[in-house]
């Protein structure tokens, strides 16, 4: 069953840029805002060492980890090759102008 929850507007999270929705007691959530304002959640941590996927740099639909590079896609959390490994994705939606986590 969804459980959709609004955690901002579409604006406050900057463009190329994320925004961390804290959980207690469960992994943060990084919710991403591309170029063309689709957004996308993962568990911020990267698969590598659990480098901090929010702060990373965003290029199309894929972050690049702030602590050793590698690139993660948002839209299912897959490590780009040759890395590999899986951040958990979290279910979001835009609906006019907010986004919601199903959390
Ligand atoms: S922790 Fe992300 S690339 Fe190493």
Same mark, same amino acid.
């Given at each position: ?5 609004? /955690?901002?507007? *579409? ?29 996308? =959640?993962?568990?911020?941590? #990267?698969?590598?060492?659990? &480098?901090?996927?929010?702060? &990373? /740099? ?6 690049? #980890?702030? *602590? ?5 896609? *948002? =839209? ?10 899986? =951040?958990? #994705? ?6 006019? &102008? ?6």
């Amino acid at each position: 069953m969804s459980n959709w929850t609004k /955690i901002a507007n *579409l604006e406050d999270i900057p463009r190329l840029g994320s925004r961390v929705v804290k959980r207690n007691g469960q992994a943060d959530i990084a919710v991403f805002r591309t170029e063309d304002d689709q957004v996308f =959640a993962l568990h911020d941590k #990267c698969p590598h060492k659990n &480098g901090p996927l929010s702060q &990373g /740099i965003v290029h199309g639909h894929k972050v690049t #980890c702030p *602590l050793h590079g590698w690139n993660i896609q *948002l =839209a299912d959390g897959n490590a780009i090759a040759p890395d590999e490994g899986h =951040a958990p #994705c979290v279910a979001v939606k835009l609906e006019n &102008g907010e986004v919601f986590l199903d959390v």
